[in-house]
């Protein structure tokens, strides 16, 4: 497919005015005004608009096909929640308008709507307060690790360390690193949860804070939570749960009820929100009670007359973290998503989205090596081990299946597991779709075998095949030529 500036023909127009009928007067001064024209493309109204049609055609979303990328989460996203996100009274709302303009109310409505979505998320995660402000997964693990450091500095605690699983996000070791701790490592057992033996040994008390993912990146819920919490708090060191996808487990377990003491919420995960690309996203951040105090600002408040307001009145406050209040349009939709669904939609999408990731993995068991073969939560891990004695990588599998119109799924992630692929179907699956996908795997882990040169070729349907990733990040200049 040509660039736009290819098609260009010299004189062609899209629109042709009629001849001005009133005065020109230039308010820009003269020095400022082009002395040529730019050199923009000149096309027809027509080749613009196909070029732009074909363009689309070559995106890829969730709206296209199914896109199983482990610990992301995309999945389909009700456009419902797009609408009420585009409602003028609250699309139209300048982050600057008063709170209360002499009765007439123009932001009490979305006062409201954030308020209760902080409710919803305590009662669904069984935390006491949250802050809406984080406006990313990572930026809500920082500002848990700083609520941390806060709640340490009072007690005069001298903690230097935060202890991770290497199974962990990546942004778990980073954010708790910004926030000025040490990282330590911790192993995975022959079962894939965290061991424990190996946390009480490396405990201490210079630890500042545990942060974990439960159902962890391999997908398995560790059921011994309740033990790890007892060694943590044993030392005063504060339980980090890392919820950024909270599809497996809605309305069955409560990360505040197994004695977490801080978490974050990934809304454009769980909750709604398109985020392809790196965003927009929220990442809500919920706290027990001891921590409350140490809440970025501004905080919602809920008068004794019913009216909302924001409170900046927390001397104990970590401060702001982000301008303004979070990204609203993402709590909007997170809560039409969470009140449309209801209590009881929102226990189906966990046990819906179990249900296919274990479906997925148990259709693929025999094709590929499963590391943890025990039943997995939202998500699962294969590896490509076996296709390895075939000159076959995980970078090879995914790419075959682009051509089989599917998104590939997360690759060499987690780090613990060999040529990794993790894959997470999602609620919103329907069982033709998995099929489908599952279908393709089967069919790529064939081909392994009789024609792995097939492969190492894949993608062959897109308009660029495979790329070189290495030179294309080293010679990074080459974009910024002309
Ligand atoms: C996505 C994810 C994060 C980071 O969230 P971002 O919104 O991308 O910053 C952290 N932990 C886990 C387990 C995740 O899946």
Known sequence: MSIIFQESVKGRKGTVLPESDVPVHHTIQSKYLRSEDAKLCELSELQVVRHFTALSRKNYGVDTNIYPLGSCTMKYNPKFNEKIAAMEGFAS??????????????????????????????????????????????????????????????????????????????????SASIAGFQVTSIPTNENGILDIKALEETISE?????????????????????????????YDAQLYYDGANLNAIMGKFRPGDALFDVMHVNLHKTFSTPHGGGGPGAGPVGVKKHLEQFLPVSRIIKRSDGTYALSYDFPKSIGYIAPFYGNFAICLRAYAYILTLGAKGLIEVSENAVLNANYVMHSLKDFYDVPYLRTCMHECVLSAKRQLENKVHAVDIAKALIDWGIHPPTIYFPLIVKEAMMIEPTETESKESLDYFIDAMKKIALLAKTDPQSLHQAPISTPVGRLDETKAVKDMDFCFQD
């Open 93 to 174: 709302l300048h982050p600057l308008l008063p709170q209360l303009v002499g009765g007439g109310m123009l932001t009490q409505g979305a006062l409201a709507v954030l308020f209760e979505l902080e409710r919803l998320l305590c009662e669904i995660t069984g935390m006491d307060a949250y802050t809406l402000h984080p406006m990313a997964g990572a930026h809500g693990e920082l500002t848990g690790m700083m609520i941390i450091a806060a709640y340490h500095k009072e007690k005069n605690n001298r903690k230097t360390e935060v202890l991770i699983p290497d199974e962990a996000h990546g942004t778990n070791p980073s």
């Open 206 to 234: 210079k630890t500042a804070a545990i942060m974990l993912t439960n159902p962890n990146t391999l997908g398995l819920f560790n059921p011994l939570i309740e033990k790890v919490a007892a060694i943590a708090h044993k």
